[in-house]
C-alpha cells in the first residue's frame, strides 16, 4: 500500500473511535473533576476524605493499570462491560482525579475579596460559586483543562491495548498484515500531531479570547 | 430621636487570644453619618466587619434595625446563634464599599450593578438595568457601563463600587477606608460621590477613613477608636477641635503634622 | 474473590519486577533532564533555524502520544538497522517524551529570573559559560524542582506503558502470571497497590518541598 493509503485505512478504521473515546472520556473527567473539585472544598470532614481517596488512587495508580484492573479484573467481581465503556471509564476516572485538582486550585484562587462582597451584597453560598467564582475560577483553569485535553487524547492511545480498535490497534493490525512498519507508525505519528497541534492551538485561542479585556 | 438603626450591645472581638474590640455599646441612628478614625490595629476596621458579618462576632450582641444580626431568639426566648436564613435577612439591611472595590472582574460595568439585584433580590432585569443606569449616571459612569473594571481607573472603580452597593437600598451603608488604594489626584471625585449621597440623607453611613476634613464635612459624628475601645464619640467640632483624651490629642497632632490640611 | 494466599504467593514475583520499573525511571528521567535541558538551549539560541527546529521537534514529540513514539522506537529504528532491546527503546522513549516537558519547566525557570541578572554578569565580566552555571542556573533550577519531581512521579507511573514493547516490569509480569493461572485480580491490584504505595508518599515528600520553596521563593 502507498502511504497515503496506508493513512486513509487508519483514519477510516480508527479515527472515529478515538475522537469518539476522547469526546466521552474527556466529559466524564470535567463532570467528575468539577464534582469532586467542589466536594473536596466542602465543609464535611467526611467528604472530603472521600474525595481525597478517589483522588489519591486514580493519581497514585497508572493509568493503563486502571484500565487492566477495570477490563479484566472488575469481569471476576460480575461487572462486565464492553472495551469502549471500559476505556471510557478507566481514562475519565484518572483525568478527573487531575481535573479536580485543577478545579480545586482554581476556585482557590480566586481573590479572596470576591467572597467579601459575595458576602457584603447578601449572595447564598450557592449563588456565590455559581454567579461569581466558578466563572472566575474557570477562566484560571483554562490553561490547565486545555493541557489535560491534550494528555487525555494522547492516552486514549493506550485503549488499543484493551483491543479497542482505535487508530493505535489498527496501525498494529495493518503493521502485522503489510509489514510496512516505517510507514505505518510515521503515518500514525502525524496523524496524532495533525489533531493535537490545532487542538493545542484552539485552546489558547479560547484562553485569550475569554480574558479579553477582562482580567 | 427613634429607634436606633444599628445598636452594638457589649460586643467583644479576639483573633485567637488578641482582643481586638473590648466590650463596645455603640448606636447608629437612622441617616445618621458616623466617621470612625484612630491608629490602626485600633479596631475600627473589625468593628464595622463584624456588622457586615465578616468576621464573626465573639462576644456580646448587634441589634440592625430591631433585630439581632449574629443571634435568634429559640422558643424560650434565649439567643441562640442565627441560623443562615436569619443572618442573610438581618444583612440584607447593610451594604460595604471596599477599600480594593472587590468588583466582578468577569462582568461588566452595568452587569457588576444589577447582578444582586436580579439574582439575590430576584429584582426584574429590565427593571434592574433601568435603576443600575440611573445609579451609574449618579455617580457619573454611564457612559462606562458597557467597559470592564479592568478597563477603569481606580477612581472609576470606586464609584462603580459605591453604585453596586447602593442599588440594593442598604440601611446602612459602610466605607472602608473608600479612598486609601487609590493614587491621590483620583480621591476627590470618589470623595464628592460620598458627599452627594451623604447629602441626600437617607441612609445611615459607617465611614473608616484618615481623610480628617473630608470626615468633619461629611459626618455627624466622630468616634475615636484607640486600642479596642471607643475612647472619644462626638461632634465634629468638639472630636477634631476639643480633644479630652491625650490619646486623641496625640493622634489628631501626629496626622495634622503628617497631612497639612490644603484648606 | 480475593484469594490472600495466591496474593501472597505472587507477591514476591511481581516486586522483583520492581527493579527494572525503577530502573527505567531513573535512566529514562537522567535522559529527560539532559535532553530537556539541551531542548531550552538550543531554542534560546540566536541562530533563528537551530530555534525553529529545536521547536518544532518539541511540539511534534509533546503533541503525539507516548506508546506510539515508543512502538516507533521499538519497531521502524530496526528498519533502519538499529535493534534495541526494550529495556533501551522504553527508556529513549521515556527519556524523549518526558524531555519536552523538563524543557518547558527549565524554560520557565530561567525566564523568571530577572534580566537584571544578566546585566550583573556582563558588569562582572563574566563569561557565557560562568553566567550560565555560576548566576542564571542556580537562580532557575532550585523554584521549579518542585515540578521537576512531579515529572518523575508522572513518569514512574508512565513505565507499565513499556510492557507494549515486551519489557517485562511489574504490570507485564503480572499479566504473565495471570495468563498462566487465568487470575488477574490479585496480581493486578497488586501492581496498583505498588505504585500507590511508592508514588504517594512521593507527592506527600514533594508538596512539602513545594512549601519550603514557596516560602523562600516567593
Sequence with gaps: ?215 | MSEPIVKYNNVTKYFDDLMVLDGIDFEIQPGEKVALVGPSGSGKTTFARLLMTLEEITDGTIEVAGDYLWHEKDENGDLKPASTDHLRKVRSNIGMVFQHFHLFPHMTVLENIIEAPVTVKGVDKKEAIKDGKEMLDKVGLLDKADNYPAQLSGGQKQRVAIARALVMKPKVLIFDEPTSALDPELIGEVLDVIKDIAEEGETSMLLITHEMDFAREVADRIAFFDAGKIVEDGPPSEILYHPKSPRLKEFLERFMSTQASPE | MWDWYYAFEVLPEIASALGVTIGATVVGFILALILGLIWTLLIRSKNKIVTTVADSIVKFIRNTPLLVQLYFIFYVFPQFGLSLDPFTAGVIGLGLHYSTYLSEVFRSGIESVGPGQWEVATALNFTTKKTWTRIILPQAIPPVLPVIGNYFITMFKETPLLSAITLVEILQTAQNIGAGTFRYTEPLTIVGLLFLLLSYPASIALRQLENRVTARYS
Design chain 1, 1 to 215: 500500500m502507498s502511504f497515503w493509503e496506508l493513512i486513509a485505512s487508519m483514519l477510516g478504521q480508527g479515527l472515529v473511535i478515538t475522537l469518539l473515546t476522547t469526546v466521552l472520556a474527556a466529559v466524564l473527567a470535567l463532570v467528575l473533576g468539577f464534582v469532586a473539585g467542589l466536594m473536596r472544598l466542602s465543609k464535611n470532614k467526611f467528604i472530603r476524605f472521600l474525595v481525597a481517596i478517589y483522588v489519591e488512587v486514580f493519581r497514585g495508580t497508572s493509568l493503563l493499570v486502571q484500565l487492566f484492573w477495570i477490563y479484566f479484573v472488575l469481569p471476576m467481581f460480575g461487572i462486565t462491560m464492553t472495551a469502549m465503556t471500559a476505556a471510557v471509564l478507566a481514562i475519565g476516572l484518572n483525568f478527573g482525579a487531575y481535573t479536580s485538582e485543577v478545579v480545586r486550585s482554581g476556585i482557590q484562587s480566586v481573590d479572596k475579596g470576591q467572597i467579601e462582597a459575595t458576602i457584603a451584597l447578601n449572595f447564598t453560598r450557592v449563588q456565590r460559586m455559581r454567579r461569581i467564582i466558578i466563572p472566575q475560577a474557570f477562566i484560571i483553569m483554562l490553561p490547565n483543562l486545555g493541557n489535560q485535553l491534550i494528555e487525555l487524547f494522547k492516552s486514549t492511545s493506550l485503549v488499543a491495548l484493551i483491543t479497542l480498535t482505535d487508530l493505535t490497534y489498527q496501525a498494529n493490525v495493518l503493521n502485522a498484515t503489510t509489514l510496512q512498519t516505517t510507514q505505518i507508525f510515521t503515518a500514525l505519528l502525524v496523524i496524532y500531531f495533525v489533531i493535537a497541534w490545532p487542538m493545542t492551538k484552539g485552546m489558547k485561542l479560547l484562553e485569550r479570547k475569554m480574558t479579553e479585556g477582562r482580567m
